[in-house]
């Protein structure tokens, strides 16, 4: 990074009269760790980096550490902020943040980062002549953390703040001020919110922002993430972005959603988006198409990156809108991936592509990049998607879905694991170090739940850290 975005990072921080701040990164996990510099030495931190174990990218979500060749007791890397990314954090006063790569201490890139991933993933689309705008769509519930009735040795539970209905006035009504804060807080850190709703679940809540470039978006999820959270601490609550905080409440889907954009000469995004197609029955384009296809041919070993946990499973079943089947459909939001109808104001800019198995409880950097390479195959490989599946695929004959090729999801982390274990080209595209390392990290946590029968304890190890 050059000395003039570290000395502007550095001005802003007097300004607002930071005393600390934080460099953040997400673990194979799925949580969101990092480290904090106080702003006397913000300068020499940012240019050299904090320093941290490699370990920490062998750590499960249980804070269990997992045996990794090359993430052990010896090595070091450091935890080196983006200076384009500096925001001032609302909920923290006196504190600000930066998304932070994970590098080798001469500076060079360490091949477990799961931002440098996503760089590659990028450099790569480029490489073809496009480039990825993308946004997650996450929702999220807040409640009240509360002891269990049944006794002190029962984990504790996510009481939700409200049983308004789907949508409802009364939803609105009554997360109100919280509603306002957390988009005062989001749009105070450069993340413009598009829309708000109370979703189906009890305290249930939805709050999208606008997309934007692949890496901007997975930083951005990262600084949502910390910000609901960071919002409802601040006013005596508890929000949760875990899939199924609730075992028997609507789980929270972050459904992805991407466009391709052209390259301008100079390298930069270009203007006319490269999935349009108005002369297509669903307006999209050929490119689309085989996007569509990378993305189904990969599909069973992408949900083990893109529905990260134990707990995604649980949400992850036919006919709850979570989309349970490997098969693509115009508007339909039980097809795996959805060909969103555009907009009538921008016709061929607005065509996009939703990805629905997806959820919070991934690290953004590792799925979003593991999106763009699936895709990316597709195109490279022209893979043909076959015929779209406009109905539900639950309601099928058996014959009929097979027909389809909307072969049933993963319906556990292992399955899904197993499936991530035998793609040559993911699994390759994410180096076998990262490879190990989140097979190891994502296992452990498997096993460790399969122990216990009693959803409340699977549900509080994930709504109390996702």
């Known amino acids: 990074m050059s000395e003039a975005a570290i000395e502007a990072v550095a001005e802003r921080a007097g300004q607002e009269g930071i005393g600390l701040v934080r460099f953040l990164y997400a673990d194979h996990g799925g949580i969101i760790r990092g480290k904090a510099s106080g702003t006397e030495r913000l300068r020499e931190r940012m240019a050299g980096g904090i320093g941290h174990t490699v370990a920490m990218m062998a750590m499960s979500m249980l804070d269990q550490l997992q045996p990794v060749a090359g993430m052990g007791p010896v090595g070091e890397v450091r935890i080196v902020p983006d200076p384009q990314t500096f925001v001032t954090l609302p909920y923290a006063p006196g504190a600000g943040a930066m998304l932070a790569d994970l590098a080798w201490p001469d500076g060079s890139p360490w091949d477990g980062c799961p931002r440098t991933f996503l760089k590659q993933a990028v450099a790569e689309l480029a490489g073809e002549g496009y480039a990825l705008r993308a946004a997650f769509e996450p929702e999220f519930t807040v409640g009240r953390r509360e002891a269990s009735p049944a006794a002190p040795t029962i984990p504790d539970r996510l009481v939700p703040v409200d049983d308004s209905l789907c949508y409802s006035a009364t939803g609105f009504h009554l997360a109100h001020d919280f509603a306002m804060d957390l988009a005062a807080a989001l749009q105070a850190q450069g993340l413009s919110v598009e829309h708000y709703y109370p979703e189906l679940g009890h305290g249930q809540q939805e709050m999208s922002i606008r997309h934007a470039g692949a890496l901007r978006a997975a930083d951005n999820h990262v600084l949502y993430r910390e910000t609901v959270r960071g919002v409802a601490f601040r006013r ?107 907009w009538r104001g921008d016709p061929g800019g607005s065509v996009n592509l939703e990805l629905k198995p997806s959820d919070s409880s991934a690290n953004p950097y590792l799925a979003l990049g593991a999106f763009i390479y699936a895709g990316l195959d597709g195109i490279r490989g022209k893979i043909d998607p076959g015929e779209a599946v406009n109905v539900d695929p639950a309601t099928l004959s058996d014959a009929d879905r097979a027909a389809a090729g909307a072969h049933r999801l993963p319906a556990s982390l292992n399955e899904a694991l197993d499936a991530l274990a035998a793609d040559q080209m993911l699994t390759d595209a994410l180096g076998p170090l990262r490879t190990t390392a989140y097979l190891a990290v994502k296992r452990s946590e498997a096993a460790h739940f399969a122990l216990s029968t009693d959803p409340y304890y699977e549900c509080f190890h994930h709504f109390t850290k996702i």
């Open 236 to 342: 005596g609550l508890w929000a949760s972005l875990a899939p199924k905080p609730i075992p028997d409440q609507a789980g929270n889907g972050c459904h992805l959603h991407a466009s391709l954009t052209d390259l301008a000469p100079d390298g930069a995004p270009g203007g006319r988006n490269v999935f349009a197609d108005p002369a297509d029955d669903n307006g999209l384009s050929a490119v689309g198409y085989y996007f569509i296809g990378g993305l189904l041919a990969h599909l069973p070993a992408l949900v083990a990156l893109t529905c990260a946990s134990v707990n995604s499973y649980r949400r992850l079943v036919p006919q709850t809108w979570s989309s349970a089947y490997a098969c693509y459909g115009m508007d339909n939001r039980e097809a795996a991936i959805r060909i969103c109808s555009p």
